[in-house]
């Protein structure tokens, strides 16, 4: 019996080792998502800010606020 209860508190310690292990699993998923959304975000600022994109949205504004309803 002995035996038996010292197999499973043994299990139970080396279950806990192993999620601790695991346990920054998560949070670095979170940073390369994170991080991921950062360059897209990069990436459409610099495409938005272009001149010729720049200057197309300008005038889809500028013939939106003029049309005649």
Request: aromatic share 6%; net charge positive; with cysteine.
């Amino acid at each position: 019996m002995y035996q038996a209860v010292r197999a499973r508190l043994r299990a139970l310690v080396c279950g806990m080792r192993a999620a601790r292990r695991d346990a920054g699993m998560v949070t670095s998923e979170y940073a390369m998502g994170l991080v991921a959304a950062v360059a897209f975000a990069v990436v459409l600022y610099k495409v938005v800010t272009s001149g010729a994109v720049s200057a197309e949205l300008q005038s889809m504004v500028t013939e939106a606020l003029n049309a005649r309803m």
